[in-house]
């Protein structure tokens, strides 16, 4: 029986995110339009919270093995390949960081068509930067 290892962890955490940012940017942030205002907030609350649950363990799997990986990659032809998806790890979470958590932190407070499109526009950095790791991964697996 096969185990599962660090690599398999990094690929299926990194498909997993890949499948769900690209549902996300594609239906779920567009869709938030439609939500109207008076049931905004209470949408906004129950989505933070909710996705929470989903998107926080793999993303923290992602980042801790491609960390591990970039230290001690399967080989050493494959070191440039693990610094690269750790950089782009690290673009997913800053963008995150700086650019979508805010978006989500004013959004909370009720429904602005600007910072929603701001954060549909800008939520395609981590989109493409998740796109972008897919043959990392696999390059590692």
Same mark, same amino acid.
């Given at each position: 029986m096969a185990s599962f290892g660090i690599n398999e962890l990094h690929l299926v955490s990194?498909?997993? %995110? &890949?499948g769900l940012i690209v549902f996300v940017q594609v239906v779920h942030y567009p869709l938030m339009a439609g939500v109207g205002e008076e049931r905004f907030v209470a949408y906004e609350r129950a989505h933070t919270v909710r996705t929470g649950w989903v998107v926080v363990p793999p %993303? /923290? #799997?992602e980042l801790a093995s491609s960390v591990w990986l970039a230290a001690a990659p399967p080989s050493p032809e494959l070191r440039a390949v693990a610094l690269a998806g750790l950089g782009l790890v690290g673009v997913v979470w800053i963008s995150t960081g700086l650019l979508q958590a805010p978006a989500h932190g004013r959004l909370v407070h009720g429904f602005d068509a600007v910072v929603h499109r701001r954060l549909v526009v800008t939520n395609w950095i981590r989109t /493409? #930067?998740?796109? #972008?790791?897919?043959? &990392?991964?696999l390059a590692l697996a």
């Open positions: 990194t498909v997993f %995110m &890949v %993303m /923290v #799997a /493409v #930067a998740w796109l #972008a790791r897919v043959p &990392v991964a």
